[in-house]
């Protein structure tokens, strides 16, 4: 029996609104790029989504939760320059959205709300041992979605 079988053969894979997890680090620009790189010849809407976690001992200081809450304004903004920077011949649409709360969770959450057809996050190893204990965010997503994610690992990383 063929792995088609059962599938429309004549429908064509449909590719029109991808999330994008970004961070700013090194790799979720990459997988921004790749994002972009696969969504470009469909012209598919991209939301970029960048996720704040929700630190829990700041909740008891105003002062500290008023400097965390600046902090992260400072980060988005250097996440929307760079995915500006990175999508500006994109020949799609393209949206930014800060989330707060797990990060895993969130970009699961805004791929539901998007109705996205792929999801896309870097991978950033912080060692076996780490990766193995605490998870990472790669695993969890590809792990619990109910649909398509796609791990972007930067050429640098491969060996």
């Known amino acids: 029996m ?12 449909r590719l029109s609104t991808l999330v994008v997890g970004v961070d700013a680090s090194f790799e979720s620009l990459y997988a921004l790029e790749l994002g972009a790189a696969i969504g470009g010849p469909h012209e598919a809407t991209i939301r970029v989504a960048h996720v704040h976690p929700r630190p829990g001992p700041l909740s008891a200081s105003l002062k500290a939760a008023a400097e965390y809450e600046r902090a992260q304004g400072e980060i988005d903004e250097a996440v929307t320059r760079q995915a500006t920077k990175r999508l500006d011949e994109y020949p799609g649409r393209w949206t930014f959205v800060a989330r707060h709360g797990h990060i895993g969770h969130e970009l699961l959450a805004e791929a539901a709300e998007f109705d996205a057809d792929l999801l896309v996050i870097g991978h950033r190893s912080h060692g076996t ?31």
Do not use: T
């Open 2 to 13: 063929s792995v088609w079988a059962g599938l429309d053969q004549g429908a064509p894979v």
């Open 129 to 159: 041992v780490h990766d193995a204990l605490l998870g990472s965010v790669a695993a969890s997503a590809v792990h619990h979605s109910r649909r398509s994610v796609l791990v972007a690992i930067p050429p640098s990383a491969r060996s």
